[in-house]
């Protein structure tokens, strides 16, 4: 084996990160082997061994716990990792909140119920590690991109607590290739210290909340638009507190609930198909999650014939902020609203009165609104994500808000992974709300709506 510097030199890993964390080279059983020390109120009470064959071994009476216990003590969000290069990997690109969990990942999610803790000897390092993360608001799961790494998430989340638990999914290879990087090590030797921070941040970097903003939204039908915008509103509720005001004319009012309590709770409302192990919304969830409903969510309704007009909405908006202290509107979509103008009046004159009222309303009311405009029929199109410039009306979509996104859904199995979707930051008028740029993600409606979707928290 070649000297223990030089080797995670190849890896990224620096010398200061291995004398932080006590890695060692040292002999066992006549074999050169690294030395991974695991500390608890800064004693060694077990090591594990890799030699150069990749074979693992650890003390026979050794303290089953996580690696790096003591880098997450009082820490508020936390990075759990697949192995030992993972933690040291992510060390490197500033996150020293993390562990590794000791013994690898299972080959599948369990079907069973959770055995007793007294039971639970796979994961007893998680047990003896629970006054440590039971503080934390939110925990990553950083684990391989193999069946393996999903099925260790899993039974993590089983263990934890889902409704605190975010998924960090890998970049690609590259992008001629739709095959992810498979962990955090990977990441840091092919993309560097940036890339690794990105994978854990996610969007935070491209896009950021800003209460008295206007964000618009654009994408082709089906690809996730309203979803993407649920579950940004239920993760907002969550991290921040904010009640929503809600204008969703293509959504009926039961289903429309229904997939918010999914997200909310993490659990499906339904049986869910081929024997998924995820057990569905109980009676108890769902009066839990009605309560929630009735407090964070206030409808706007027009159940007659006629079509809201935006000052209608607006007014409804007002009196929402006023009665319940709303801090955002969605309104969703565009062409269902009323839209009749003075036959002397352009439409571009049009819409460009209705974004200033929609803008004064939010900067008035300190409140952000997200306003959902197709875009227009597209000629020839060939399955590629629209631009701003595509929306149906006026070029005044893009000129007058202050965010423009583009969610779009990946239906080329050339292009990448099937359903991938595709979270592209076109325009950014504060540059404290983020950055122009493309982010992707896989979206899972029951477990945690994919961490992309909840790493959006408000600029205070």
Known sequence: ??????Y?????????????????????DNKMAIAFTYRKDGKIVNCKYRDAQKHFWQEKHGQKIPYGLDDIKEARDII???????????????????ISVPDGAPPKVSTKELPPVEQDKKYEFLWNAKEYYEQASRIYLATDADKA????????????????CWRVTWPRRSESTKELCKDANEVLIRFGQQALKEAIEGLDELYRVIPGELTLVTGVPNSGKSEWIDALLCNLNHAEGWPFVLCSMENKVQEHARKLL???????????????????I?????????????????????????????????????????????????????????????????ETEYVSQMLTKVKRFAQHHDCHVWFVAHPKQLQN??????????ISGSAHFINKCDNGIVVHRNWDPEAGPLGEVQILVRKVRNKIAGNIGNAYLSYDRFLWSSKLFHKFYSSR
Request: aromatic residues 8%.
């Open 80 to 98: 759990i990792v697949e192995g030992e290069f993972d933690k040291l990997s992510l060390e490197e690109a500033g996150y020293r909140n993390c």
């Open 262 to 280: 999914e997200k909310h709770i993490k659990k499906p409302f339904f049986h869910a198909k081929h024997g998924d192990p995820i057990p569905r």
């Open 282 to 346: 109980s009676a108890e969830d769902l009066e839990q999650g009605k309560q929630w409903l009735n407090n964070s969510f206030f409808l706007i309704r027009c159940e007659n014939e006629e079509l809201p007009s935006i000052k209608w909405v607006l007014e409804l908006a007002k009196a929402a902020v006023f009665r319940h202290g709303v801090r955002g509107l969605v309104i969703d979509p565009y062409n269902e609203l009323d839209h009749q103008r003075p036959s002397n009046q352009t």
């Open 149 to 164: 790494g999903q099925a260790l998430a899993e039974e993590l989340a089983r263990r934890i607590g889902r409704e605190r």
């Open 8 to 28: 995670f030199a190849s890896r990224k890993i620096s010398r200061e990160t291995l004398q932080r964390n006590g890695v060692m080279q040292t002999r066992r």
């Open 1 to 6: 084996m070649m000297d223990l510097c030089d």
């Open 381 to 390: 199109w060939q399955g590629g994500a629209p631009s701003l410039y595509d």
